[in-house]
């Protein structure tokens, strides 16, 4: 019986542990696989700007207020909003968290499944002998078809459920602690080469160079959409997390630390693509998801030792997706046993097929039902578009004006001050951004994105 069975809270122990698995929650397929395409499809350097941006005055923000609400209720999602303020509405939240935890999870394991099917060709040695061409046709044909995209899918669902089952602290700060430096490294070997490649500059002139031509309300969403899902923010992911840090744990030096180490792993993984992707020719909005699963095996042919260094990558990368899916799975899990006393392994089947059957459509979004489309989105779109510009961002806002005007003054000083331990030197900052600057900058952008506005 593990600990959450006997009805004890299982917590993090270290405070390594602590940014670890909060860090292995942001730093996920949302910086590698996500950040250069969106980058690639909004025009850019302005984007890039925009995003960073809204990192630093909305994402840490968000990300400190989920862990002034996680650690003080102690409680999931659901709980948590229902625990500081009984018998109004504001659980709601935590449903929309539950919900968004459903969506990602579906098309997240999509993305990690591929991962996981790219390690396995970089162990057999697949990309060997094969130019620019053959690879990205290599990769459609493996994205338009049924079985082994759903396969993988069903194997990384399947490993997450397992890290999930065997409890909060054994499981995920074991994974996380060790390995993210390792990727770290990878994608400064990664970055050095994609830089040196003939033909590459230009690619850091379209990361880097702003041309504000490009901003329009959709691209100003997209780097929103991005900001949130890249930090886990907006549904709830580290309110669940922060119920397990222990009471010293220093919560804005962590929401800090955590987001720019995120930022920076997206930043890296774009100077890994884009030169890469200039010096072999190919346009910046081309590769759409696929992106990094077509540019990258060009860059591992031309490293030396590249067969050990793809096989690292694809190792590292499918772990920085677990570490991130199970913290999204833990939000449907921890709200199913504490609010349904379900014990943990049945809320983690329960969670785990339920993902893995919306997942499946997510996975045949360019095969089977390629042709099922709103608005010339198809599946896998439709769900990362709902969950990542608009559940996100929604959530976000909610859980700010919660923080910034439901709860009291004096109880959101005595959480981030841990009762008084701390001096808090910009409490103000973080006030003035949660109640003014944050509620209405999001709101802005959405009305301008929905053309309210304008
Ligand atoms: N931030 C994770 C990533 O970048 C994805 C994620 C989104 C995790 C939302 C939790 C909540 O891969």
Redesign the pocket.
């Known amino acids: 019986m593990s600990l959450k069975e006997s009805g004890k809270r299982d917590g993090f122990t270290s405070k390594f542990g602590i940014i670890a698995a909060a860090a292995g929650?942001?730093?996920?397929?949302?910086?590698i696989w996500?950040f250069p395409y969106v980058v690639g499809e909004n025009g850019g350097g302005a984007f890039l700007l925009v995003y960073l941006g809204f990192v630093l005055l909305l994402g840490i923000p968000v990300m400190l207020s989920e862990f002034v609400i996680g650690r003080k209720a102690k409680r999931n999602t659901f709980g948590a909003f229902k625990e500081i303020a009984p018998g109004t509405l504001w659980p709601i939240i935590g449903v929309m968290g539950i919900v968004?935890?459903f969506v990602?999870l579906a098309f997240?394991s999509t993305i990690a499944g591929w991962t996981l099917h790219y390690l396995y060709i970089s162990v057999i040695n697949g990309f060997q002998g094969r130019d620019t061409a053959e690879l990205t046709l290599m990769f459609e044909k493996f994205q338009i078809s049924t079985f082994l995209p759903v396969f993988w899918q069903m194997i990384f669902i399947i490993l997450t459920a397992v890290i999930i089952l065997s409890g909060v602290k054994k499981g995920i700060e074991k994974y996380s602690k060790i390995l993210m430096p390792f990727l770290l490294l990878l994608l400064v070997a990664l970055s050095v080469r994609s830089v040196t490649l003939p033909g590459s500059f230009e690619g850091l002139v379209f990361l880097f160079k702003p041309d504000f031509t490009k901003l329009d309300s959709t691209v100003i969403l997209g780097a929103l959409g991005q900001a949130f899902?890249?930090?886990?923010?907006?549904?709830g992911?580290l309110i669940t997390y922060s119920s397990y840090f222990p009471s010293r744990t220093n919560l804005s030096n962590t929401a800090f630390e955590v987001s720019i180490a995120?930022v920076v792993i997206a930043i890296l993984a774009g100077i890994a693509i884009f030169p890469a992707m200039f010096s072999l020719g190919m346009q910046p909005e081309q590769g759409g998801a696929g992106l990094i699963f077509m540019v990258l095996p060009n860059v591992f042919l031309q490293i030396p030792g590249g067969y050990f260094i793809s096989i690292a990558f694809f190792i590292l990368l499918s772990i920085?997706?677990l570490t991130?899916?199970i913290?999204?799975m833990e939000v449907v899990v921890a709200f199913l046993v504490e609010e349904f006393n379900i014990l943990r392994r049945y809320a983690t089947l329960i969670t785990a097929f339920a993902a893995a059957f919306v997942g499946v459509f997510c996975t045949l979004s360019w095969g089977a039902f390629e042709n099922v489309t709103i608005g010339g989105r198809n599946i896998f779109d439709m769900l990362d578009f709902t969950a990542s510009n608009v559940l996100?961002p929604v959530g976000g806002l909610l859980i700010v004006i919660f923080v910034g005007w439901y709860m009291s003054h004096a109880d959101v000083k005595d959480e981030m001050s841990n009762q008084g331990a701390l001096k808090l030197q910009v409490f103000g900052v973080f006030r003035f951004l949660i109640k003014f600057i944050a509620p209405v900058a999001i709101a802005i952008i959405f009305l301008n994105a929905i053309g309210i506005l304008n």
């Open positions: 929650s942001a730093i996920g397929l949302g910086n996500r968004a935890a990602i997240y899902f890249s930090l886990s923010i907006g549904m992911a995120d920085a997706a991130s899916s913290s999204i996100l």
